[in-house]
């Protein structure tokens, strides 16, 4: 009738199971049940022995392929960016021929620094990125459509299992797909990786993972040098970007200590057809979340630059730190500038030359400007962009890394590491492409 | 069997159904509550069937009877505390083997148990022809098919359960036996726990069981009898 | 059987989804799922989707893209790291 006495001998009940079988008895008893109701159902399902095969596994056997699975990723992906772009064009140059039309006005504004600020500074800076509207919104419905079907976990479990092959284990794919929208969101969302070794290098290398900011540079550059190709253009970059993550995670892996790795097991939902309304509305969400953020970014960044420019402050800073990217083919003080400000946020790149660079063309819209003004060729504006995709992170992501990983050390390493790649990256693109081009 | 009302607490995975059946039992003479000291919904109705009343009260959706949640201790308690006439367990064909854990338990509990197999339209879309007859009498418990949706088998689930309830259908309890090692443990326990007082409401192999399984609430009971 | 899981989480050698899960251990789906919940509820398995824990803290939540792909997403079990 003692309860400690029940309670003990229970303890004593629970250690002898536990050193006989290796395991609770709560698992045990579970496993009893599970065998004894999978025992019934043999007798009980009639017919069939295994599940029927759904439209979503048909489907997924392509999808999961061994060796189909990453080339489908590849070409969805491209596809993605060429749908985008093609059918953005025609809109963007709308947008641009009406920016155009508003600058026109704004010259005839009376005090000489109110006309410049609003030509130069807000209609050019601002209005350069707001000039792919259309382009920031076609992509995240192709996003959305991506998502709300399912396939974005096949993605996400294709690529894992790739990198599981080349030893990185854990589950860093599926955290460092949030880089593509913003990498501040993906090295928060690293704190769902349990083993710290994996955390880290997933940290690391989220900055290489093409983030949302940096698309409207792509997204005008290639419009302007490579028009026809646009689609493939900002698709190599994100495609660089992931196989450098691959690459970057695989060399960090190399140098720290060896720790337990993790496996992982993922519920991938059965496909759907995504509906108009949703599509739409993360479409809405996303995109305007994209645009306010950089609107806001942009507004203080350009009246920022612009007043600096008006001292000349800028252009004595940029002729400092130019020199040092002329071997990658960009070592003009307005690209400098640029890439200072970008450090401060990836929208401000674009803001900055749409500042700096005065008047903007009806016909080819913005990009032409930096052609014709900076004397850049596609190869540079290639190279450039690969800088952009490398080079170090905006603060806000330096400062979340340092927060995340706790230590200066690694925020440091970041900026190091990055600055490093892009430039290596930049200049042999531009040294080599010389050869050839 | 005197008394007129006769009480049926309907239990069974989230998703199978389940609300579906209590709508369909008692239609607009429902209402909805508080478990008592709780914020989770409790929902009661009422229906009549040959002359008697049943108080049909809805327990939380659950996937087993532990002591990890709330729900599973609400739904758990009002079977051993109000001894329900009978518990309906509203299982999805379409997913048989999940479900039929929760059933398993609940045939543990000695449960007057009736099966509602719902969902046999999905079922049989999926290509799975089930064996009701065999399911019944291998649980030892009747088992109603049922297409809640489509308000079908509800008249066959009241004729059940009004069968349990005044004995005309028997239900056995499973000889569910979990390893000679496993025995020999609840063995041991159970005739220590005979002499404890809970022993009046409960099954003293079923505190066994949750004693082994380490389950919270009875070592808190026990503790406290 | 709740064993075998775990065994095939720790010697998989890489991600598996819940299909491929099932045909290794010959287990139907729906039995699986409900095997890998106990398992998490024991503290064996750690359980992500977008809403869970470590997504209370995060200050990114109004726009991050997990959490708004909500179900397109999927679960993710992995092994526990400390015992409960």
């Not at chain 1, 998502?147 to 894992?160: H, I, N, P, Q």
């Not at chain 1, 083993?195 to 409207?216: E, F, H, Q, W, Y």
């Not at chain 1, 940029?318 to 307005?334: D, H, K, L, N």
């Not at chain 2, 209590?22 to 989770?40: C, E, K, M, Y």
Request: hydrophobic share 50%.
């Amino acid at each position: 009738m003692d309860n400690t006495e029940v309670l003990r001998v229970k303890d004593e009940s629970l250690e002898h199971l536990r050193k006989v079988h290796g395991d609770d008895a709560e698992t045990l008893i579970a496993d009893a049940r599970y065998g004894f109701i999978s025992g019934l159902m043999k007798d009980v399902l009639v017919k069939p022995a295994v599940e029927k095969e759904t439209v979503t596994d048909k489907i997924d056997r392509l999808i999961l392929n061994r060796w189909l699975g990453i080339p489908v990723f590849l070409a969805i992906l491209y596809g993605v960016f060429e749908f985008t772009f093609v059918v953005s064009a025609p809109l963007v140059s709308w947008i641009n021929m009406g920016l155009d039309w508003l600058a026109g006005l704004a010259t005839g504004v009376s005090p000489a620094w109110l006309s410049s600020l609003l030509s130069e500074g807000i209609i050019g800076g601002v209005g350069a990125v707001l000039s792919f509207i259309p382009v920031i919104f076609l992509l995240y419905i192709a996003l959305s459509i991506l998502e709300d079907t399912g396939y974005l976990s096949r993605a996400a479990f294709v690529m894992d299992r790739l990198m599981h092959r080349i030893g990185l284990h854990g589950r860093s794919f599926v955290t460092l797909m949030l880089g593509f929208g913003c990498s501040v969101a993906a090295v928060m969302s690293s704190r769902t990786i349990d083993n710290p070794r994996d955390r880290l290098v997933t940290i690391l290398v989220t900055p290489l993972m093409s983030c949302g900011a940096k698309l409207p540079v792509y997204a005008l550059l290639a419009a302007a040098f490579f028009t026809a190709y646009q689609g493939l253009v900002v698709f190599s970059m994100y495609a660089i970007g992931v196989i450098l993550a691959i690459l970057m995670a695989w060399l960090f892996r190399k140098r720290l200590v060896p720790g337990e790795s993790g496996h992982f097991v993922m519920e991938l939902p059965p496909y759907r057809l995504p509906t108009v309304i949703t599509v739409l509305a993360h479409m809405w969400e996303r995109g305007w979340a994209f645009l306010s953020r950089a609107g806001t970014l942009i507004f203080g960044a350009v009246v920022l630059i612009w007043m600096l420019n008006y001292f000349d402050v800028l252009e004595h800073i940029g002729r400092a730190i130019a020199p040092v990217f002329s071997a990658a083919g960009f070592g003009q003080w307005e690209s400098a500038v640029a890439l200072v400000f970008g450090v401060l946020a990836k929208e401000a790149v674009v803001g900055t030359f749409g500042t700096l660079l005065t008047g903007t063309e009806a016909a080819g819209g913005f990009g032409h400007v930096i052609g014709t003004q900076l004397g850049w060729t596609p190869l540079v504006a290639f190279a450039f962009m690969t800088m952009i995709l490398l080079y170090v992170p905006c603060v806000a992501t330096l400062s979340i890394i340092k927060k995340e990983t706790g230590s200066w050390k690694w925020m440091l390493f970041t900026i190091a590491y990055t600055l490093a790649l892009g430039w290596v990256a930049a200049t042999l693109i531009y040294q080599i492409g010389s050869l050839f081009l | 069997m005197s008394k007129k009302e006769i009480t049926v607490a309907l239990a069974g995975n989230p998703n199978s159904g389940k609300t579906t059946v209590f709508n369909n039992l008692t239609g607009a003479r429902q209402h909805v509550g508080n478990w008592p000291g709780v914020t989770v919904e409790k929902k009661e109705g009422f229906c009549n069937f040959q002359k008697h009343r049943i108080r049909v009260v809805d327990l939380p959706g659950v996937y087993s009877l532990t002591a990890y949640s709330l729900d599973e201790i609400i739904a758990r308690d009002f079977v051993v505390d109000e001894k329900p006439d009978v518990v309906v367990d509203i299982v999805d064909a379409s997913n048989l083997e999940r479900n039929l854990y929760l059933t398993v338990q609940l045939l543990e509990m000695r449960a007057n148990l009736v099966i509602g197999l719902n969902m046999m339209d999905v079922a049989e879309s999926r290509g799975h022809r089930i064996d009701v007859k065999a399911l019944s009498s291998l649980l030892g418990a009747p088992a109603v098919p049922m297409v809640a949706a489509s308000n079908r088998g509800t008249a066959e689930l009241l004729e059940t359960i009004y069968g349990v309830a005044t004995g005309g259908i028997p239900v056995s309890a499973i000889n569910l036996r979990y390893g000679h090692d496993v025995e020999a443990e609840i063995t041991k326990l159970e005739k220590l726990i005979s002499g404890n007082s809970l022993a009046g409401s409960y099954s003293p192999r079923w505190l066994a069981v949750k004693l082994l399984e380490d389950d919270r609430e009875i070592i808190k009971k026990i503790g406290q009898a | 059987m709740l064993s075998e899981i775990l065994k095939a989480f720790k010697q998989s050698g890489e991600p598996m989804d819940l299909k491929e899960l099932s045909r290794r251990l010959g287990t139907g789906r729906s039995a699986l799922e409900g095997m890998l919940e106990l398992l998490v509820r024991q503290g064996k398995l750690k359980e992500i989707y977008p809403g869970s824990e470590e997504c209370a803290h995060c200050s990114g939540r109004s726009s991050c893209a997990y959490l708004l792909a909500g179900d397109s997403m999927g679960k993710v079990y992995e092994l526990a790291g400390k015992p409960r």
